[in-house]
Every structure is written in C-alpha cells, then in structure tokens.
C-alpha cells in the first residue's frame, strides 16, 4: 500500500512565525511533489510543486524535498491569518500512466 | 483560467438509486480524477482517466464505475447508492507539461444517501 502521512495537526502559529508542514512518502517511484491548500469549505488549490532534489521558494513559501529520506516539507514565513487552512501534501506517481494521491492534509491556523 | 464545472453542489438521493455525478473541464486536459473527502481520511482516489475511453481505478472504486466519451467530460457513477457513500466527491483535471501534473478542482458535490 503506497502511502502519503503528514504531520498530525492541528498546527497552530502566531502571525509572523514560521509553518513547518512535513510530508513523507512510502512510493520511491514518485518523481514529483505538489502542496494544495484547501479553505474550509472550498476545494483545494495548487500552491507549489518541486521536483528535484534542495529547496524551491516562491514569495513566503518554501518547497524542500529530500528523495533519498523520502520527506518533503513546506515552510511558510511570516505567516498570516490568511494562511489559515488545511495543506496537502500530494506525490505523482511514476510510470506511464499518472495518479495523484494526498495525504490526509494538516490545519493549519495562524494566530493574529 | 481554468475552469472545472460540476453539475450539482448539494445532492440528495435514496439508497439504492443510481446516481451520476457529472464533471467538465474546459481546458482540453487529459487527465481527470474522482476523489471523494471524508473527515479524518483526506481525500481519496476513486478512479482516474488519463484519455478518452480510458480509466483506471485509485484507491476505493468499490461501489463505483465511470464513464468518459468525451475529453471534457468525466461521469461518476453510483450504482446503487448507499449510506456510506455520503461524501465530499470532488473532481480534477490535469495536463501533464514537462511531466508534471498540475490539478485543477471542481467545485465539489456534498451527496448525501439517505
């Protein structure tokens, strides 16, 4: 069985601290990694995706991923009661034919 | 922007009817997904469709069956509702550049079988 876990929530952070959501996968064949966020009561969004190996930033996200650990995280800086929400971690399979699976997703909620 | 339309946002049904669920994407993308969302378990594959005609099942396909004659339209199918079938069913479409797939959700249908 090809699993996604992510950090149990719910994870909570004051305004302006740093969000750390982990994510670790069990299908060494995933080559790609995406994070959604999902508004309570909205459908989920795609925020970022990496595929290789280190670190990817855009603005106050920070995607890392880490291959051979099989772990990928995202980082949020400055966190804003906006950021509020559950993230889900989503690895895409590898092969010919492709499926995305989530993990169970972490609340986040950001503190004013 | 791309734009994923499902039929209905509330539904109601009776157990044992058969029930469809309907998607469509306006994008040409040649993938899209069936998940269902259930608190405490995360959204959930049911099938997927990576082209016309073509389907293949995620993690939970008991108790469903799809259809898609037409790339834009990808047709969930209960076929006879129950219970345990009430849910969050949320549907995706994807292209896949350089490999990756970049998902777009509808809007969601919340079922409930009564």
């Known amino acids: 069985q090809k699993e996604v876990e992510q950090n149990s929530g719910p994870l909570s952070v004051p305004e302006g601290a740093i969000a750390s959501l982990n994510c670790t996968y069990s299908?060494?064949?995933?080559?790609?990694f995406f994070w959604y966020r999902q508004y309570s009561g909205k459908s989920p969004e795609l925020i970022m995706f990496?595929?290789?190996?280190g670190d990817k930033e855009d603005g106050r996200f920070t995607a890392q991923l880490n291959k051979a650990s099989q772990y990928v995280s995202l980082l949020i800086r400055d966190s804003q009661p906006s950021d509020s929400a559950t993230y889900l971690c989503?690895?895409?399979?590898?092969?010919?034919?492709?499926?995305?699976?989530f993990g169970k997703g972490t609340l986040l909620t950001v503190n004013p | 922007d791309v734009k994923v339309t499902q039929s209905s946002r509330y539904l109601v049904k009776r157990t044992g009817e058969k029930v469809f669920l309907e998607c469509v994407q306006d994008?040409?993308?040649?993938?899209m997904f069936w998940y269902r969302q259930d608190p405490g378990l995360g959204l959930r594959l049911i099938y997927f469709?990576?082209?016309?005609?073509?389907?293949e099942k995620g993690d939970i396909p008991e108790g469903y069956s799809v259809s898609r004659e037409k790339k834009e339209r990808f047709s969930l199918i209960l076929e006879s509702a129950s219970t345990n079938q009430t849910s969050m069913y949320l549907c995706?479409?994807?292209?896949?550049?350089?490999?990756?797939?970049?998902?777009?959700f509808g809007q969601g249908t919340r079922l409930t079988v009564v």
């Open positions: 995706a479409s994807s292209t896949t550049t350089l490999g990756q797939l970049w998902a777009f």
């Open positions: 299908d060494r064949g995933s080559q790609s």
């Open positions: 990496i595929y290789s190996n």
């Open positions: 989503a690895p895409q399979s590898g092969g010919s034919n492709y499926k995305l699976t």
């Open positions: 994008m040409d993308h040649e993938n």
């Open positions: 469709s990576y082209d016309v005609k073509m389907k």
